[in-house]
């Protein structure tokens, strides 16, 4: 199994930065790729941003040049610098691994991280 805990979310102002960090943790053998996706109320889920462990990088239209991915391998942890931040990127944002454990490749997800851009 594979564990996620997301950190950094929070309340800022519109203009503001936060920074999102998520750790992988568990049994696996391997780590594919790592990222990023965002729920808000009444809206479908997008994908923010995925990086692969060939460190190509993919990001929603919404959020280019704004938003950069990143990953510490050595940490298993990859993170989400969100500079230039609009009400309309409220939402709660959730991380996701694609992990190897045992010979089994899946998916996981963490519970999430609520990220509020408001006066």
């Known amino acids: 199994q594979v564990q996620l805990v997301e950190s950094g979310g929070g309340l800022v102002q519109p203009g503001g930065s936060l920074r999102l960090s998520c750790a992988a943790s568990?049994?696996?053998?391997?780590?594919?790729?790592m990222g990023w996706y965002r729920q808000a109320p009444g809206k479908q889920r997008e994908t923010v941003a995925t990086l692969t462990s060939g460190h190509s990088t993919t990001y929603a239209d919404s959020v280019k040049g704004r938003f950069t991915i990143s990953r510490d391998n050595a940490k298993n942890t990859v993170y989400l610098q969100m500079n230039s931040l609009k009400p309309e990127d409220t939402a709660v944002y959730y991380c996701?691994?694609?992990?190897?454990?045992?010979?089994?490749?899946?998916?996981?997800w963490g519970p999430g991280t609520q990220v509020t851009v408001s006066t």
């Open positions: 996701f691994c694609q992990a190897v454990v045992g010979v089994v490749w899946q998916t996981y």
């Open positions: 568990g049994s696996f053998v391997r780590l594919d790729a």
